[in-house]
């Protein structure tokens, strides 16, 4: 039976963030790893600059593993699956990972470069299979570096939402095509929406399990994460061996406000595991008062189908990766929007696998092979998700 003891979090804060590191893992106990095999999994799905708090800061992992290294002679390995279309190496160079990742002591995978393996989910409520990286079985420990996020999906993307990195390829996608009406009808929630993604997610933590959670907040996303909300500095780094005591307390200094209800896959995961922590009560904190660390940030939109004064964004069932390229195609085409739309006549794109006929405008760009059901109705552009100068390129052809 899991003590309080076995749910210690450690939080520090310091500017110079290679000292949070190891202030924060010198108070855990943290096993021998010599021998082993140890994974660093930061997040790294998406190809930008560093310190936008999109992708794990790499001063963080790079701080993570020389303090492993300095303590264990174990084999280390650092990797992630990307986002669709995206290149993983690319990914990481860009976003700052080129010394690490090409240091001789630690070994850079694609984790999409193998075979998978599938592990079936005994009492999965959605999901009763999984093909997961083909690397899984090789590493003895795996440790989930996220980097602190607002997301508009799930409420939040921490420790364990990071763990998604190691699902096989396209199989992420399609936890967010599952319907299950019947299954989320018996989930209540007395806060927000659950939906067959935030089950789908909870079922993951019965076949893996982050053994050491290290929470990069030294900048975290608010808004509208998991690419395109704002960072903000807090220089602050969480660590606990027990993932979601680490996610509790993420979420207790930024959302102060929030129980685990307001990110449904945790609220999952921490009734259905045994003897797990439900709130930050359940947990012992290290330093025990937390309130100097305490810094609200901005949460996702409750709404994801956002009209703009001269674009209407048709949304419906959206995975993040549609949106975000939506999102940051508003951004860098403010300009030409503005010139070339107005309220009376707006741009209108429609996204997501659950648009209807009855949702559409008289000329919309429907975006994304989820929308190639009505690509009789509108413009249709394809891809999983297509890129946004490709989008560009046919609203303009299209004017
Ligand atoms: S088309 Fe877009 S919304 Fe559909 S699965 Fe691909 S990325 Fe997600």
Not at 162 to 174: F, P
Not at 187 to 198: A, T
Not at 202 to 224: C, F, K, N, T, W
Request: proline share 6%.
């Amino acid at each position: 039976m899991k003590s309080r003891n076995d749910r210690v979090v450690s939080i520090a804060r310091n500017e110079n963030i290679a000292f949070a590191v190891n202030s924060c893992l010198d108070r855990l106990d943290i096993p021998d790893l010599t021998g082993k095999s140890v994974l660093l999994k930061p997040n790294v799905g998406r190809v930008v600059d560093p310190k936008q708090a999109v992708n794990t800061n790499p001063d963080v992992v790079t701080a993570v593993f020389h303090y492993l290294r300095e303590r264990f002679k174990a084999n280390y390995f650092i990797g992630d699956s990307p986002i669709i279309n995206t290149n993983i190496r690319e990914a990481f160079e860009q976003s700052g990972y080129s010394e690490l990742i090409n240091d001789p002591n630690i070994q850079f995978v694609d984790l999409d470069s193998r075979p998978p393996v599938e592990r079936a989910i005994k009492n999965g409520k959605i999901l009763k299979k999984i093909k997961l990286t083909g690397y899984l079985d090789e590493f003895d420990y795996i440790i989930s570096i996220p980097v602190l996020k607002m997301h508009m999906h799930t409420g939040a993307s921490l420790s364990f939402k990071n763990m998604k990195g190691l699902i096989y390829k396209r199989e992420k996608i399609t936890l967010h095509h599952l319907q299950a009406p019947d299954i989320i009808e018996q989930i209540k929630n007395p806060k927000k929406e659950v939906k067959e993604l935030d089950v789908a997610i909870s079922d993951l933590a019965q076949v893996m399990r982050p053994d050491l959670a290290i929470i990069d907040a030294s900048y975290a996303l608010e808004g509208m994460g998991p690419s395109s909300g704002n960072a903000v500095k807090l220089n602050t780094i969480i660590s606990s061996t027990s993932f979601l005591a680490a996610d509790i307390l993420a979420l207790a200094i930024t959302q102060p406000e929030w129980t685990l209800d307001d990110v449904p896959h945790l609220k999952i995961i921490s009734d259905t595991l045994i003897n797990a922590p439900k709130s930050l009560d359940d947990v012992q904190t290290n330093p025990e008062n937390i309130q100097d660390f305490i810094k609200p940030l901005e949460p996702p939109p409750s709404s994801i189908s956002i009209k703009y004064e001269n674009v209407n964004l048709i949304d419906v069932d959206s995975c993040s990766a549609c949106l975000s390229t939506i999102f940051n195609l508003l951004k860098n085409n403010k300009e030409f929007i503005d010139k070339n739309y107005t309220k009376e006549n707006p741009l209108n794109l429609a996204i997501g696998k659950g648009i209807k006929h009855s949702d559409l405008y008289e000329k919309t760009f429907l975006i994304g092979n989820c929308t190639s059901n009505n690509k009789e109705k509108g413009v249709f552009i394809k891809g999983c998700t297509p890129v946004e100068s490709t989008i560009m390129r046919i609203i303009k052809e299209e004017m």
